[in-house]
Nanobody, 123 residues
């Protein structure tokens, strides 16, 4: 079983910063891609940023220049540093991981989501 546990959300004023963390644990062989998504009630979940095991990164246009994704492979942890936060960044932020896990059928590729962490930016 694999779990993703997020932390670091909260209430912040516009222009402030937050650092989100997501730690993966369980029967993990390797993690390929880890990323952050966000969702506002009534809207689709959208990609914020993602990073591959090779170190490549991908950002949504809305956070380019304000967000930095990084990962600590030894800790199976991904981070999202968000600066110059805006009210429109308010959402539930979800961690996502594409990884190889041990199953009854052997190593299998699976995708997992965290439980989400609320980020609220006040104007």
């Amino acid at each position: 079983q694999v779990q993703l546990v997020e932390s670091g959300g909260g209430l912040v004023q516009a222009g402030g910063s937050l650092r989100l963390s997501c730690a993966a644990s369980g029967s993990i062989v390797s993690i390929e891609t880890m990323g952050w998504y966000r969702q506002v009630v009534g809207k689709q979940r959208e990609l914020v940023a993602a990073t591959s095991d090779g170190g490549s990164t991908n950002y949504a246009d809305s956070v380019k220049g304000r967000g930095t994704i990084s990962r600590d492979n030894a800790k199976n942890t991904v981070y999202l540093q968000m600066n110059s936060l805006k009210p429109e960044d308010t959402a539930v932020y979800y961690c996502n991981a594409d990884l190889i896990t041990i199953t009854a059928k052997g190593p299998m590729r699976r995708n997992y989501w965290g439980q989400g962490t609320q980020v609220t930016v006040s104007s």
